[in-house]
């Protein structure tokens, strides 16, 4: 499906980064009218990939409900955590959208764009545990995240679950990028504030990562 909007210019970041735990955290990277397109570009990829809840490796639902573009799409079920090339519901993921590849390029470079762009929706009360993003065939490239929506309190550690952690509020607009001696740090949500945004027409975040996966 076409998108509906033009895609703007790549942005550049307002400011320099802030790091926290090794992590750059670009906020306010993208302006109001970039982030409604992206939203919209969403939308049309959860009409071509139904949002579904995976289950954990325990047979506990997750929170979260996602979807995939790109080459391969994320997935879990009482089998484990791994990348698939077909939406469990059948069919092909979508392609990743012009303006969300135009970050990767922008903040990343195109020596080589990414396989799979997950699309994580969070409810009022959804979550996500502290985890790793390891299920790639390598590391040498970043996770780029993206936050659209209510404000979302992200925690990241070190690279074993023990280590010290620390918080920030991620906002509407903001890009985190995890690389480096922050690839495979321990990061999760602990919680959404509903009602910090009206970017989307019903209270939870839409958050994008982008990663390359073999």
Known sequence: MENRLPPPDAPKPPV???????????SGFLDTASQAAIVADIRDIARMALLFSPLTPWGKPMSVRMTSAGKYGWYAD???????????????????????LALWRDLIGDERPPDCCLVNFYGADARMGLH???????????VLSVSLGDDARFRIGGTERSDKTESVWLRS??????????RLAYHGVDRIAPGTSTLLREPGRINLTLRVVD
């Open 16 to 26: 320099p980064p802030v790091s926290i735990r090794g992590a750059e955290i670009y």
């Open 78 to 100: 009482r089998k484990g955590y791994r990348y698939i090339d077909r939406h469990p519901g059948g069919g092909g993921w979508p392609p990743i959208p012009d303006r969300v």
């Open 132 to 142: 790793q993003d390891k299920d790639e065939a390598d590391f040498p490239w970043p």
């Open 173 to 182: 607009g903001d890009v985190l990028i995890l690389g480096g001696a922050a």
